[in-house]
């Protein structure tokens, strides 16, 4: 039994502070890197939250200047950035500070390339290999989630849109790791179930696809397997009757996806993307109640690799069904709903959906190839 009260340092893919309160470090960690002015990045709901106006008071506290921004959308897009980069240009910043899930950290992150690169965003597009033009050093990058779900914290690549057509594109490079991260699972404590239930779903598809994705990484493998265990033994808990145990296993097991997913990720979210760019829906949500019907998509031709998963989980039956089956009885235990019509999908946008996911970046590493006709026929059997 971990005893999760205790700040432990883990050097695993950069520097994480993990246990209850290590977001209280914060000030003496700044001043011990001579650090006096940040950019604080969040999203406007966590902006009026107590437990961020509390962070924000313990920095003034200790005499360091204090910068927020969090003009950005739930999905973010390009202009979310530039105006982030203004606010740095114009208030003489020397750090920047991610505090939130993934939209806040994609932004921050997006922020910190962009304050050495001032070219058009998407030439860092790295899906057109602009990763090669990121040359310059970026800002001292500090990242501290609040919600278990992307992972973006231990990342090295921002998720953006484009304002107009919504593509996504990814921004990388590993420049773009933070330092250091502060994992405070008392900062998730107070989530809405909603929102527990639909990050918590997205991190178990980041562990579930990165495990499957077609390129052989075994060590990210073996952690995506130890993710969906832990997910397994928190996620109903976290979501209904939340306590530091569950909330730190969730929190561990959405850095453990992110970790992972650089083997790949695959058709689920060139599913969920375009559902996020075009409808605004919430991308864990957007995973969550597609995870069922994508993952059987891929069961045929990869029984071995659902056996592990299955028994990952400790079903009964180790097979694809079960694990499939496991899924749409998670969603419901979580309150998720089965059906994209029930979080706005009509039929008038699956045709638009499905040109948008055949030129998603993600289905590329599934574990067998998907086309156009495959996402609209996955979509009108969650529809």
Known sequence: MIDYT????????????????????????LAQQQLKAPLLVTDPTIAQLPFFKSIVEDLKKHQISV??????????VKSDVYKGTSAWDATKRDSIIGIGGGAALD???????????????????????????????VPHFITIPTTSGTGS???????ISDDETHQKKILFSPKLMARIVFADPLLTMDLPAFVTAATGM?????????YLAKNPHPICEGI?????????????????????????KMLMASMMGAIAFQKGLGVVHSLAHP?????DTHHGLANAVNIPYGMRFNIAGFEEPFRRI???????????????????????????????????????????????AEADFAHPNNPKPVNRANFKQLYLEAL
């Open 202 to 210: 997205d991190a178990l598809t980041h562990n579930m696809e990165a």
């Open 6 to 29: 205790v700040i432990r340092q883990f050097n695993f893919p950069t520097t994480i502070r993990f246990g209850a309160g290590a977001s209280r470090e914060l000030p003496a960690y």
């Open 153 to 159: 914290e231990v990342g090295r690549s921002a998720i």
């Open 67 to 76: 910068e927020l921004f969090s003009e950005i959308h739930k999905n973010p």
């Open 224 to 248: 995506a397997l130890e993710g969906i265990s832990l997910i397994r033994d928190s996620l109903k808990k976290a979501t209904l009757k939340p306590d530091l145990e569950s909330r730190s």
């Open 107 to 137: 932004v921050a992150r997006a922020i910190a390339l962009r304050v050495n690169h001032r070219e058009d965003l998407f030439k860092y597009d790295d899906l057109i290999g602009g990763d090669i033009y990121v040359t310059q050093d």
């Open 310 to 356: 299955a028994r990952a989980l400790e079903l009964e039956s180790e097979n694809g069904e079960a694990v499939v089956e496991y899924l749409f009885d998670l969603n419901s235990a979580i309150n998720i709903p089965h059906k994209l019509r029930e979080i706005g999908v009509k039929m008038e946008h699956i045709d638009t959906l499905a040109g948008l």
């Open 275 to 279: 559902l996020s760019s075009l409808l």
